[in-house]
């Protein structure tokens, strides 16, 4: 009985790949069927800077802006937004960019932490892509809390007696 449903389940694919698969109404997408359009590709779309103490240097990391379209994309604005904006700079900002097509740009950010734990921002990426006019990149890092530090180290207060008075009579 068990074998006479496997044979009737073989069956029943072969007839839905045999009869309901079809190429009518399917088009394959081509880029050269989009027209003449600006693309934006931004990698990565993520930046985890680590853990900086006050005394280490900023960390630097790079995003790429690729036009991956068919025309002009225009880069017009690269800002830095968010509760922890302040802690991350865009080093050498080119402001506006124009990339012909198959063009890219490295963008280099910059971490240098204003406070203590997780700081989290983001850069946005604006540009004349129809479908993605603005490109977030997370970017996070720490920044250490510092150890408290005593010097000189151990701190010698001298011998205090209890229930003497100052002459230790």
């Known amino acids: 009985l068990f074998r006479s449903g496997v044979n009737k389940m073989r069956g029943l ?27 934006i590709e931004v990698d990565p779309l993520s930046l985890n800077f680590g853990t900086l103490s006050g005394d ?11 036009n991956v379209g068919t025309s002009d994309l225009d880069v017009s604005l690269l800002e830095i ?25 490295e963008v280099t950010l910059v971490f240098e932490p ?6 989290v921002a983001q850069v946005h990426v604006h540009s004349n892509d129809e479908d993605n006019p603005i490109v ?16 000189p180290d151990p701190l010698d207060m001298g ?11």
């Open 13 to 39: 694919i072969f007839a839905f790949a045999a009869f309901a698969c079809s190429d009518y109404d399917l088009k394959e997408t081509n880029p050269t069927n989009l027209g003449d359009v600006p693309i």
């Open 56 to 66: 280490d240097d900023p960390a630097a990391l790079a995003i790429t802006v690729t």
């Open 81 to 105: 937004v968010g509760e922890s904006a302040a802690s991350f700079t865009i080093w050498n900002n080119p402001g506006s960019m124009l990339l012909p097509p198959g063009g890219n740009q």
């Open 114 to 119: 204003s406070g203590a734990n997780e700081l």
């Open 136 to 151: 977030p990149v997370d970017l996070v890092g720490a920044g250490a809390v510092p150890l408290l530090q005593i010097i």
């Open 159 to 169: 011998a205090t007696y209890v229930g003497c008075n100052k002459t230790n009579e």
